[in-house]
């Protein structure tokens, strides 16, 4: 595994200050002068929290806009190991709280992943974890089971890669299932719960497929 560098770690406290100071100015100058009562306490954090990831969905998409993540190889030293990397500060410090909770109910986090980056199709959800949504594509009318888990990186040793996950319509991935970096799963297919669908491997439409690792079924 690479380590993450000083640049990298500065630019991440940076935007998470602007985060934090867009947040609490917020919810001062909408909230502070309003007479809240003997709740002005639990008010006042509940909107700066809300506010907090708010606009930390908000500025995290920025920084995307200028540094996409880049699929494929990612070179010592390059820009793209550079944004690969500042990702990875956004989801270990900021965003981990969000997507592997079961708090927060299935519909909220279909608005969570979209926040996110993930394309997501009409009437398609997760009840299990998407680890890059900016590099996840679902189709409509999909279920990810409970506790299943899509990772769009590979990290060996100093390997570095991305890779896009790409779901098609109608897809039902089980409880548990594993799939990493590179798949894609057609039309109608479905993977079996307690799956691992390795790297870059390719479901055809209707398919079904178990085991670990997973292979055809029928």
């Not at 630019?11 to 002005?40: E, M, N, S």
């Not at 790409?166 to 590179?182: C, W």
Request: hydrophobic residues 55%; glycine residues 12%.
């Amino acid at each position: 595994m690479r380590a993450i560098d000083a640049k990298q770690i500065s630019l991440f406290f940076l935007l998470l200050g602007v985060i934090i100071a867009l947040a609490v100015a917020t919810t001062w100058f909408a909230l502070g002068g309003l007479p809240l009562g003997d709740f002005r306490g639990v008010v006042l954090t509940a909107a700066g929290i809300l506010l907090f990831y708010l606009y930390a969905f908000a500025v995290y998409r920025l920084f995307l806009w200028f540094m996409p993540l880049r699929e494929g190889e990612l070179a010592e030293g390059s820009r793209e190991e550079f944004a690969a990397q500042v990702n990875i500060l956004f989801y270990l410090m900021l965003f981990n709280s969000l997507i592997r909770t079961h708090f927060l109910p299935v519909p909220l986090m279909r608005l969570v992943y979209q926040a996110l980056g993930t394309r997501m199709g009409a009437n398609t959800y997760s009840a299990g974890v998407i680890l890059d949504p900016p590099l996840t594509e679902l189709g409509a009318n999909c279920i990810i089971g409970h506790d299943a888990v899509l990772f769009s990186h590979a990290i060996e040793g100093r390997h570095f890669a991305l890779a896009r996950i790409r779901v098609g319509d109608n897809v039902t991935i089980g409880a548990t299932a594993v799939i990493m970096s590179g798949v894609s799963i057609g039309d109608g297919a479905i993977v079996s719960a307690g799956s691992v669908v390795l790297k870059d491997t390719q479901i055809g439409p209707g398919e079904i497929w178990g085991g670990v690792p997973a292979k055809r079924i029928k």
